[in-house]
């Protein structure tokens, strides 16, 4: 055998399946198609959050006068923009492949297929490895009737090219994570930005009350928010894209004209030219390669990770499957059994979540107390301009078991790590409760949306 373990797809699953193979002392190859760092560095997490910092930075320009900060309106150079956000890209996926030297992970350039179980195809050699990890990631959904040209119709690779001048009109098609994130964006480089969601409720699978607190926040921010409303179809003229809404309630259509039109409606698992079957394997009727907790397939010496493996399709959940699938392959006792995945709309404020909605929670039999607490009663808060939204904590009656944490506020990514500790430590409320929390921070506002759940927040009267 070439290899231990060969991996395929260099994405935040790949390579970090590939390095710790390389640190628990296996000869690993990484075969990549395209750039080292995947989706995630190259067109996703982290140019999407380069250009929200620039987007927020800006807005923030316009609230400094409150504190007698004032200068001229900010000015835009959008070509230094996007060659700064590029810049970040590249000195990551730099760092990518200076890991894999380091830890002597073999890059092969190229697409793999197998040939059978053992063997893959990359340009015209063969390779052969013990063990493979499938870390081929996903790909825009497309949408029937919206071809997109990554001009004035785009997917979220497209709209990471912000233009110059930034579409007076913008419509992002479907409210989820990539479109709101991207509706904040444009809305705050100064597009007039409507976003359509064929669901009753925008950014599915968080909990109510933190996305009509963050619908509120995005609207009054100057986004349009239309629910239960599908794009048909969209044709380009002289003064723009012209596009087909149609109600999916009462059925009624109307046109309306924009100048970039994003369609963000969902991702797909990518297994296309892998050839699956050789190796005696075969996609989903979704297109996901099914595996185990041990990221196992059904050929055993297999593995698949990340988003071409199933939901959620985040980073965080694709590079601890590729943490797990090594230390397997490693012979060590390693599995995919974490409580929660946290889940993040990087707007500003954010909207994080770790755990169960209260929905959910209600759905699963518990018998659910909540607690909450108002940004807008944080010092901290009020020192940074940002108080609005709330930590909504989702407790276990009579045990006091935390359930879950839903956050809206500034930061709320950063709050979320000790809330998942909290989880995967089965914390209680009064755990939470009972941790001091530095004065003043925005955690505290977690320490109090769990003495809220008891009746005993101090910085508000407890109903
Ligand atoms: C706009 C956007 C923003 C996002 N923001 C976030 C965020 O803030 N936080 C977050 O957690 N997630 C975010 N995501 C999701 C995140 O990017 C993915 O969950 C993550 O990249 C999945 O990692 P992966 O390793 O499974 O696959 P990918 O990152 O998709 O990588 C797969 C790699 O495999 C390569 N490949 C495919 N087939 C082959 C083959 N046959 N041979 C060789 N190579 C192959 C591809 O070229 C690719 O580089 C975002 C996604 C998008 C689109």
Redo the contacts with the bound molecule.
């Keep these: 055998m070439d290899f231990d373990v060969l991996v395929?797809?260099?994405?935040?699953?790949?390579y970090h399946a590939a390095i710790r193979a390389a640190q628990l002392g296996l000869k690993v190859a990484c075969?990549?198609?395209?750039?080292v760092?995947?989706?995630?560095l190259?067109?996703?997490?982290i140019p999407?959050?380069a250009l929200l910092h620039a987007g927020e930075t800006i807005a923030n320009t316009r609230h400094a006068a409150d504190f007698g900060l004032s200068y001229g309106p900010a000015t835009l150079d959008i070509a230094k923009m996007n060659g700064w956000k590029d810049g970040i890209v590249k000195k990551l996926t730099g760092g990518v492949a200076g890991l894999f030297k380091a830890n002597k992970v073999t890059h092969l350039v190229?697409?793999?297929?197998f040939i059978d179980a053992n063997t893959v195809k990359?340009g015209d050699k063969t390779y052969t490895a013990s063990s493979f990890i499938i870390?081929?990631?996903?790909e825009?959904a497309t949408l029937k009737g919206l071809d997109v040209d990554q001009v004035a119709i785009v997917d979220?690779t497209g709209a990471?090219n912000v233009p110059d001048p930034v579409p007076a009109r913008m419509l992002c098609v479907g409210g989820g994570?990539?479109g709101f994130?991207f509706a904040h964006i444009y809305n705050n480089l100064g597009s007039k930005v409507k976003v359509i969601e064929f669901l009753p409720n925008i950014i599915p699978g968080a909990d109510a009350d933190a996305v009509k607190e963050f619908g509120k926040i995005m609207k009054k921010q100057g986004i349009e928010i239309v629910t239960r409303m599908k794009a048909n179809s969209a044709q380009k003229q002289a003064d723009g894209v012209h596009v087909e809404l149609e109600n999916v309630e009462t059925g009624e259509k109307t046109t309306e004209v924009f100048d970039r039109v994003l369609v963000a409606v969902g991702?797909r698992p990518?297994t296309a030219?892998?050839n699956l079957e050789a190796a005696g394997l075969k996609a989903t009727e979704r297109g996901f390669i099914e595996v185990n907790t041990r990221m196992q397939t059904g050929v055993p010496h297999i593995y698949a990770?990340?988003?071409?493996a199933g939901n959620p399709?985040?980073?965080?959940?694709?590079m601890k499957e590729?943490l797990v699938a090594a230390e397997v392959i490693a012979g060590k006792p390693s599995e995919q059994d974490a409580v929660a995945i946290p889940g993040?709309v990087?707007t500003s404020p954010e909207l994080a979540w770790v755990g169960l909605t209260e929905q959910e929670a209600i759905d699963k039999g518990y018998k659910v107390k909540t607690g909450l607490f108002p940004m807008s009663a944080s010092g901290r808060a009020m020192t940074l301009q940002s108080t609005e939204g709330f930590v909504k904590m989702v407790v276990e009656e009579g045990t006091d078991l935390l359930l879950g944490v839903h956050i809206v506020a500034a930061h709320a990514s950063d709050l979320l790590g000790e809330a998942g500790l909290a989880l995967e430590m089965a914390a209680t409320a009064s755990d939470v409760a009972l941790t001091i929390h530095a004065h003043p921070t925005l955690g505290e506002a977690v320490l109090e949306a769990a003495e809220s759940v008891h009746k005993q927040a101090i910085h508000i009267v407890n109903r």
């Design positions: 395929i797809g260099a994405g935040p699953g790949g075969a990549e198609m395209g750039a760092g995947g989706v995630c190259n067109i996703g997490c999407t959050k190229g697409q793999a297929s990359i870390a081929t990631g996903s825009p979220s990471l994570v990539i994130e991702r990518r030219g892998l990770v990340g988003d071409v399709m985040l980073a965080h959940k694709a590729g993040v990087y």
